[in-house]
C-alpha cells in the first residue's frame, strides 16, 4: 500500500475515538448517507454517487485479486523455483508485503459488499494495512538506496558487502514497521493516550520526509548515472525494473496520500479519497507485471514462461550473457 501510513492513521484514529462505527473506505452506510443528503442540501453540494462508490469498490476487490496470484506467483517462484540473489531478496520481501495488503483490503471489501460480519475489529484490518504498507515502503527504499551505490561504488559493493546483508536489512525493516504500527494501534485505539499523535508524528516524518525523498533522489541519482554519464552502463533489466516501480509509485501512490491530507484537513473533494484507495490497489498489484514484461521483453521464446521472465528481469547486470544462455537453455529443455 503506497500511501502516507500517519495520515491515513490519523483519519480512521479520528474516527475510532469517535466511537463511530467501522464502516467500508468506499460505501457509507444508512446514517451517513442520510446525514450527507442534508448536509449537502444545506450547503448546496454533490454528493458522491452510491452506484459509484460501489463500483470502485468492486474495482478494487478485482485488481486486489488479481493482485494476490501475480504477487502470489512471484513469491512462489522467487522463494522455490528461482537462485536468489540480494536484489531478489528485497524482491521477495516487498511481494509479500503486497500480498499481505490486497489480501486484508479484499477481506474488507467482501465483508462490506456482503454485509458480512466476519467478526474482527477494523482496527485489526487498519493494523496490518498499515504495517504492510510501511514494510512495502522501507524495501522499496532500500531498492533503490542499494541499486544506486552498487552502480556509484561497484567494486566495493562486489568485494566488500556482507553475503547475508539483503536478508539482515529486509528482516530489521519488517521490524521497524511492526513496532512503530504496533505502538499506534496500542497508543491510538486501543488505551488511546497524549503519546498518540507524538507517534503519528514520528512516522509521517519518517514515511514522507525521510523515506520518500531518499528514495526518490537515489532513483534519480541512479538514472542521471546510467543515462547522463560519458561512461556505458550494462545495468541490465533490473534497472529498468526499479526505475519503472519507482515511477509508478509516484503515479499511483503520491496521489492518495494527498487527497487523504486534505480530506483530513477539511478539503473535501468529490470521489476523494475513494480515488487514492482504488489507485492504491492497482500500484500494489502492478509489480508482478512489471517483472513479467521486462523479463520477456524482446524474447519470444519466455512469452509465456514465467520462471525464466522473472529470472531476466532481476539480472543484476549484462555481464553474465552466456552464462543465461545457458541456464535459459536447460531450463526450456527441462
Known amino acids: 500500500m ?9 483519519v480512521c484514529v479520528k474516527s475510532l475515538i469517535m466511537n463511530t462505527s467501522a464502516t467500508s473506505f468506499f460505501l457509507p452506510n444508512a446514517d451517513s448517507q442520510t446525514q450527507g443528503a442534508n448536509h449537502s442540501g444545506a450547503a448546496g453540494k454533490a454528493e458522491p454517487s452510491y452506484a459509484v462508490l460501489k463500483f470502485m469498490e468492486s474495482f478494487c476487490l478485482i485488481s486486489a485479486a488479481c493482485g494476490m496470484v501475480g504477487n ?19 524482491i521477495l520481501n516487498l511481494a509479500a508485503a503486497d500480498f499481505g495488503y490486497l489480501l486484508c483490503i479484499a477481506i474488507e471489501t467482501v465483508k462490506y459488499l456482503m454485509q458480512f460480519n466476519v467478526g474482527v475489529q477494523f482496527g ?27 552502480v556509484l561504488c561497484p567494486i566495493w559493493c562486489r568485494s566488500h558487502r556482507p553475503k547475508h546483508l ?4 529486509a528482516g530489521l525493516l519488517w521490524g521497524l514497521s511492526l513496532l512503530l504500527n504496533t505502538l499506534g494501534y496500542v497508543l491510538c485505539t486501543i488505551h488511546p ?4 499523535w507524538p507517534l503519528l508524528i514520528t512516522i509521517g516524518v519518517l514515511d514522507f520526509l525521510f523515506c520518500t525523498p531518499l528514495m526518490l533522489l537515489f532513483s534519480l541519482t541512479l538514472f542521471l548515472r546510467v543515462k547522463c554519464s560519458s561512461q ?11 526505475m ?37 490497489c492497482v500500484n500494489s498489484s502492478l509489480n508482478p507485471v512489471i517483472y513479467f514484461l521486462v523479463g520477456s521483453y524482446r524474447d519470444r521464446r519466455i512469452k509465456f514462461a514465467l520462471r525464466l521472465a522473472f ?24
Open 232 to 242: 556505458h552502463f550494462r545495468t541490465g533489466r533490473l534497472f529498468t525494473v526499479i
Open 124 to 150: 485489526i484490518f487498519l493494523f496490518l494495512d498499515l504495517f504492510m504498507y510501511g514494510t512495502g515502503l522501507y524495501l522499496l527504499t532500500a531498492i533503490s538506496i542499494e541499486r544506486c551505490l552498487s
Open 72 to 90: 502470489g506467483m512471484v513469491i512462489w517462484y522467487l522463494g522455490f523455483r528461482i537462485r536468489r540473489n540480494h536484489f531478489t531478496v528485497y
Open 311 to 334: 529470472q531476466r528481469a532481476f539480472e543484476d547486470s549484462a555481464d553474465d550473457k552466456d552464462e543465461r544462455e545457458t541456464r535459459d537453455t536447460v531450463t526450456m529443455s527441462s
Open 2 to 10: 503506497r500511501f502516507t501510513a500517519s495520515l491515513c492513521l490519523q
Open 166 to 169: 539483503s536478508s539482515i536489512i
Open 244 to 280: 519503472l516501480t519507482v515511477l509508478f509509485f509516484l503515479i499511483f501512490a503520491v496521489p492518495l496520500s494527498v487527497l487523504i491530507l486534505f480530506d483530513f484537513l477539511g478539503y473535501k473533494f468529490l470521489y476523494s479519497p475513494e480515488i487514492g484507495f482504488v489507485l492504491s
Open 193 to 196: 493516550s497524549s503519546s498518540c
